[in-house]
């Protein structure tokens, strides 16, 4: 939310149109109000009001009809009240003689602050802080005052990035720690001192950090997943293998055989999960995809036949054969152990 949105290259364009005001009953929205004069979004221009820091003051912030405010940004404005408030419809009406959907910076005789973007801007569309009217054809300077601009706006897809090295890509993301910058607050209440480069006692500065077990968790999830369930990294994987013997309560060849890989597996420093539930063959397979271990392995009665046992890794599409005589040193090259 701190991304940097660049000033505009270049310079605005010289006015071409003369402010007019038209009649835009029922209007309410940018989209509506873009719709009805047959213009872009990015022609128009709204104004936010806000609570200033003063009682009862209020302070206008003005951005492209297109982009979004940025809550962060504008709370970090020296006129802006912390945390941020948006005047209600009474006291906007009361600054300007209108209400909402209406609204502009013409005339406005409060501060007002100006995002880059909107600063750009030449001929455009704004509310005429009359009810049901918009002016066309305003311009800065001309038409009403531009005396503070700041970066106000939510960064979009396809912005210049801010180190002026090709253009930024919107991600979804997920918080999985803190950094927090505690000055001195704590260090003056316990006295904490130490002396400075001048041999002077000065509270110590201070931060904290912390990770975030849970969230790891849950980013690991949101980034390795399919239709099927979990798909685990293997370095957060609870198990590295799934061990599935298939009818083992009917058949003592396939239990004698799963309760030796296991041991043996167990005895490499495996992780293994030995299904022993004596479950239908779909129900253990849809529960091990479901949870995500990143390595299967099924033994059956036709498998031990031909000598070889069913391999599946939980990223892969297909199965793959391992051979029975030698499973072990095979699965544990298949796990990175070899």
Not at 201 to 221: D, P, Q
Request: glycine content about 10%; proline content about 5%; overall charge negative.
């Amino acid at each position: 939310e701190m991304a940097t949105a660049l000033v505009p290259a270049g310079t605005a364009p010289q006015p071409s149109e003369n402010m007019q005001t038209v009649a835009t009953p029922g209007i309410k929205t940018i989209d509506g109000l873009a719709v009805l004069l047959a213009i872009d979004t990015t022609k128009v221009v709204k104004t936010l009001f806000v609570k200033g820091k003063e009682d009862g003051a209020l302070v206008a912030l003005v951005l492209r009809g297109d982009h979004q405010l940025n809550v962060v940004k504008a709370q970090k404005l020296q006129d802006v009240a912390v945390p941020l408030q948006m005047a209600d419809e009474k006291q906007v009406r009361a600054a300007c003689g209108a209400s909402f959907g209406s609204l502009g910076p013409v005339g406005l005789t409060i501060p007002i602050i100006v995002d880059h973007s909107a600063a750009q801007l030449a001929d455009f569309c704004c509310g005429a802080n009359e009810d049901g009217a918009h002016f066309t054809g305003v311009n800065w300077g001309r038409d009403c005052a531009l005396t503070q601009t700041a970066d106000l706006r939510e960064i979009v897809a396809g912005d210049p990035s801010p180190d002026g090295k090709g253009h930024l890509q919107v991600k979804r993301g997920i918080e999985v720690g803190h950094i927090f910058q505690l000055g001195t607050k704590y260090s003056d209440a316990m006295n904490a001192k130490v002396l400075n480069q001048n041999g002077k006692n000065v509270a110590v500065s201070m931060g904290c950090y912390g990770i975030g077990v849970r969230r790891i968790v849950a980013a690991a999830i949101e980034q390795n997943h399919d239709e099927r369930g979990i798909s685990w990294p293997e370095p957060l994987a609870p198990f590295e293998l799934a061990l599935l013997p298939m009818n083992a309560k009917k058949s003592p060849r396939v239990k004698e055989l799963a309760d030796q890989l296991y041991a043996e597996l167990s005895a490499a420093g495996v992780d293994v999960l030995y299904d022993d539930r004596g479950l239908r063959p779909g129900v253990m397979f849809n529960d091990m995809e479901l949870i995500g271990i990143p390595h299967r392995l099924v033994i059956g009665e036709r498998g031990i036949d031909e000598g070889r046992l069913e391999y599946r890794r939980r990223s892969a599409d297909s199965n793959e054969d391992l051979p029975l005589d030698d499973v072990l040193p095979a699965l544990l090259a298949k796990l990175g152990r070899a």
